[in-house]
């Protein structure tokens, strides 16, 4: 079985740039979450996708958006990239809504 | 407003003894709290958790304790080993809500 797995790894942008993070979710989770971590930080949840709808968003500005597919596969878009905005982005999957979430080893953004 | 926290950013435990880490909380409609362990370069995974329901769950050498009146909750590892060694991050959730709230996170040393 395979796990969630997350693409690029790293990736460097500059401000004002846009930018598009990748998940692929466990075999047959229909739920994916995308957090945010800042350093030295704890994960902070963006928003949540079940069945390729919106389910919850966290405190996060419109800037940053997604997409989930039929295969459960998702995207973070985020535009106007800021300095801030540089984290490690975490992607989880979970089988179904409300289930335990298992994350991906995450994208870490950088933004100059 | 940070609701759930880590006070204690580090932790080092010798080898075979109790390790303890701490996690307070202020949201009252807290009512599901997990513990995820990370590694470095790797996602955080999930450890183990409690419902509001109950006061203690056990798994192996992992004890998770919830009091709810104080809104305190403790992971136990007995005993410590090496390969404990990790960022633990505890995290609550409210009924109904899939967003995970996670705390800042207690990097655990485990000296042999």
């Known amino acids: 079985e395979t796990g969630v797995t997350q693409s690029p790894t790293h990736l460097i942008k500059t401000r004002g740039q846009q930018v598009t993070l990748r998940c692929s979710s466990q075999s047959g989770h229909n739920t994916v979450s995308w957090y945010q971590q800042a350093l030295g930080q704890g994960p902070q949840f963006i928003f949540q996708y079940y069945r390729e709808e919106e389910n919850g968003r966290g405190n996060f500005p419109p800037r940053f958006s997604g997409l989930q597919f039929p295969n459960y596969s998702s995207e973070l878009n985020v535009n106007a990239l800021e300095l801030d905005d540089s984290a490690l982005y975490l992607c989880?999957?979970?089988?179904?809504?409300?289930?335990?979430?298992?994350f991906g080893p995450g994208t870490r953004l950088t933004v100059l | 407003d940070q609701q759930v926290k880590q006070n204690s950013p580090s932790l080092s435990v010798q080898e075979g003894r109790i390790s303890i880490l701490n996690c307070d909380y202020t949201?009252?409609?807290?009512?599901?709290f997990l513990w995820y362990k990370k590694y470095p370069a790797e996602g955080p995974t999930f450890l183990i958790s409690i419902s509001s329901i109950k006061d203690k769950n056990e798994d192996g050498r992992f004890t998770v304790f919830l009091n709810k009146s104080a809104k305190h909750l403790s992971l136990h590892i007995v005993p410590s080993q090496p390969g404990d060694s990790a960022v633990y991050f505890c995290a609550a959730s409210e009924i109904g809500n899939e967003k995970l709230t996670f705390g800042t996170g207690t990097r655990l040393t485990i000296i042999p």
């Open positions: 989880a999957s979970s089988l179904v809504r409300g289930d335990e979430q298992f």
């Open positions: 949201n009252s409609m807290f009512d599901y």
